[in-house]
């Protein structure tokens, strides 16, 4: 091809969008864990990355004070300075170590009478810690050429041309730490009709920790149920205490103390088996204590492997996480999944 004459018109365009979003928590007590109930009448601010960047430099220009001024205060990343505070408020030396998952291998819940009498031994202070980090990318290149060329043959030839690339990536990470006497809220579930955990929008106020004070807590979706031992014969779940893990932070552990012939299942032949339910809410919106028996349930399994699984609501907010699963069997030999869930509340 010879080109005699040409008209060319060609147009791009580019956008890219960068984006991330960090938030942090960090509340740190002496003495009983305080209510989670928020508090009236305090202000709060949330600074952006520009914000936190300004902070940055302000610090870093500030005059350094002399090292016998320096008792009592802290710096450094987030962990460093739950870690000073420990130190500062209770006198003590606290060693931060990284520690892993469980590996594959279930684990039996034997050291269950040692994990519940540990969590008796209050130490006067305890604090949490949560990190989330939302990282949004989109990136959109548009590029077009249209024009008209004639050959020396005589050959005219007109052509539009339009391209366009686009790519998106989203990256989430959540971290929580919990020291001291902060109560982790794990009660164990048993999807009786589902195959895992899923929270509804709907809430109850429920005393899940048993420290006399109520919190929102999520209701389960329909299918499943938390454990539950009516242990008053009152017909309701009263508080955590009649739950298997809330107070421990070991659901499994804490049902595996109701072994009495240390099979490694409740089954029939342990007394609690004909006492234990599944608390549930009907679409009628009244509480339902479902036996055993009722939900097809005829053991449960106390081996469990780590399975952690964040479960979000509505605007993507944390409603809970999904920390370890076990089984259930049902007199048809069906299997049932039986988890211990972290609510959020």
């Known amino acids: ?78 962990l ?75 050959a005219h030839i007109r052509f ?29 579930i048993i999807n009786y009709a589902g195959n895992a955990a899923a929270l509804s929008e709907q809430t109850v106020a429920f005393d899940l920790d048993a420290d006399g004070q109520r919190e929102q807590v999520h209701l389960l979706q329909p299918g499943s149920g938390f454990l539950a031992l009516d242990r008053n014969q009152d017909g309701k779940v009263n508080d955590g205490r009649e739950l298997f893990g ?19 299942w409740i089954d029939e032949s342990d007394p609690v088996f004909a006492q234990l339910c599944l608390w549930t ?3 009628d919106g009244k509480d339902q204590l479902l036996s055993l028996k009722q939900a097809g349930v005829g053991a449960i399994s106390l081996a469990s492997l780590a399975t952690p699984f964040d479960l979000y609501g509505a605007g993507h907010q944390l409603q809970g996480q999904i920390q370890r699963s076990g089984i259930a069997i049902g007199d048809d030999g069906q299997v049932r999944s039986v988890q211990q869930l972290d609510l959020m509340v």
Not at 86 to 113: C, H, M, N, W, Y
Not at 160 to 188: C, F, M, W
């Open 1 to 78: 091809m010879k080109i005699e004459s040409a008209t060319l018109q060609m147009s791009a365009s580019h956008v890219k969008l960068e984006q991330t979003e960090v938030r942090e928590h960090l509340r740190f007590w002496t003495g009983p864990r305080p209510s989670d109930a928020p508090e009236r009448g305090r202000d709060q601010v949330t600074l952006g990355e520009e914000a936190r960047r300004l902070a940055a430099q302000a610090d870093a220009a500030a005059p350094q004070p002399k090292p016998d001024e320096c008792r009592g205060t802290v710096s450094g990343s987030p």
């Open 80 to 154: 460093d300075v739950l870690r000073q505070l420990v130190e500062i408020l209770t006198g003590r030396k606290l060693d931060l170590f990284e520690g892993k998952l469980p590996g594959a291998e279930a684990d039996s819940a034997q050291p269950a009478a040692e994990a519940v009498a540990a969590t008796n031994n209050d130490p006067g202070f305890g604090a949490e810690y949560e990190y989330h980090e939302v990282r949004d990318e989109r990136e959109l290149s548009q590029f077009s050429a249209q024009g008209e060329l004639v050959t020396q043959d005589g």
């Open 160 to 188: 539009d041309l339009s391209l366009t690339l686009a790519r998106q990536y989203h990256e989430e990470r959540h971290e929580r730490l919990t020291i001291g006497n902060a109560v982790r809220k794990d009660p164990l």
């Open 246 to 264: 809330p107070q421990s932070g070991n659901g499994f552990a804490d049902l595996a103390q109701e072994d009495s012939d240390h099979n490694g």
């Open 281 to 283: 809410r009907g679409v």
